[in-house]
Nanobody, 117 residues
Framework: QVQLVESGGGLVQAGGSLRLSCVASGRTFSNYAMGWFRQVPGKEREFVASITWSGSMPYYADSVKGRFTISRDGAKNTVYLQMNSLKPEDTAVYYC??????????WGQGTQVTVSS
């Protein structure tokens, strides 16, 4: 049973920082890419960032480029999303996801991030 468990969300003022964590379990993720997505009620889920399990090829949405950093710790089976210079428009539920080929197949339960102005 594959499990992805996010943590680290919360309430922060604009300009502040948060670090999200996603612990993966249930299989070997060496051939998996990991991604972070976010969703606001009433809107479609949107891509935020992704990285291969080896830690190469980080990729970011234009809206977070230069402010967010995705990384992973293979020994801990954990992927991180460091979020700096947060803006109110970053407020959303953030989801961790994993894929080997094709679409993201495995999803976490989400963690709420709220940025106050």
């Amino acid at each position: 049973q594959v499990q992805l468990v996010e943590s680290g969300g919360g309430l922060v003022q604009a300009g502040g920082s948060l670090r999200l964590s996603c612990v993966a379990s249930g299989r070997t993720f060496s051939n998996y890419a990991m991604g972070w997505f976010r969703q606001v009620p009433g809107k479609e889920r949107e891509f935020v960032a992704s990285i291969t399990w080896s830690g190469s090829m980080p990729y970011y949405a234009d809206s977070v480029k230069g402010r967010f950093t995705i990384s992973r710790d293979g020994a801990k089976n954990t992927v991180y999303l460091q979020m700096n210079s947060l803006k109110p428009e970053d407020t959303a539920v953030y989801y961790c996801a994993a894929r080997s080929l094709g679409d993201y197949k495995y999803w976490g339960q989400g963690t709420q991030v709220t940025v106050s102005s």
